[in-house]
DNA sequence: CTACCAACATACCATGCAGGTAGGTTAATG
DNA sequence: CATTAACCTACCTGCATGGTATGTTGGTAG
């Protein structure tokens, strides 16, 4: 089950799109808007900094800013940055010890399969799809 | 993600079909050819009995048997009785209390879809599929 | 009738993660 | 220098996972 951090990052980040100016916006706005506790927004939004997703400043006028154009984040991006590793049963993992069942295990592709249709459908949805912005609206400087 | 809780009982439901004779299967084999804690095994089972997957009979020559033809199984059917919710996220699970937000929530039509995605995956795939048993392959008494 | 087998039940425990809260520090602006 | 806002660290509570251990109940075989 996808958490609340990956749940309320996905959130922010429409916001960021929806509102978007050219400059930065300050995360309490964004609390605000979203109903979410600023404080943990405080500690979400260093990992899509650190992932190039977004630029934070510091002090007055300072905030958050999408770096890129909102057709150009996927969901899955977005997700995977904040979430970890999306699969969804522990051997499929990324730090997964690899498994001596594996070659004979009935259930591995079921899994795999599985694993193969989410990612095909988060990375099908970008954030202009979710702001409800045409993929031609420009950024505005 | 699907707890070990879910795969193991997949993987049970599995092995049941494939060694199926009309008889009753003591968990000791299922859990040697699995290689899954015979103990923890004991703990998964009742769910499958009381959901009326399985029956279960006491003593020697006792063990756990399928009630039904493999191909009528649907992986759906068999991990919401054990995981119990299978929604993607707290907001769309049964016992959530409804949002507030859910009407201008930009996410939610995502998660929805996402869970319908979900559930049309698992119940389009059936035991026998997974087991690689015809589904003309009947019972034998 | 007794030994054995196997399902079934209950209690306990260690670990990790979710979902926060609280407080302070650093950097930029006016 | 006061204010703003990002950023960092530590701590806390509750819950789920993945077990282990110790039985009890019901049925069969000898």
Redesign the interface.
Known sequence: ??S?KG?YA??VM?DLA?HRNGGYIPMKEVADRQ?ISLKYLERILPSLSRGGLVDGVHGKGGGYRLMRDPGDYT?WEILSLVEGDL????CLAGNAKPCS?AAE???LP??E??YQ??KE??AG?TLSD???LAPADNYVI
Request: proline fraction near 3%.
């Open positions: 089950m996808i609340t749940r996905l959130r429409v929806e109903q969901v699969a969804p049963v522990a069942r295990c009935r259930t079921l899994w399969k599985y249709l989410t459908y988060f949805i979710l702001a409800g």
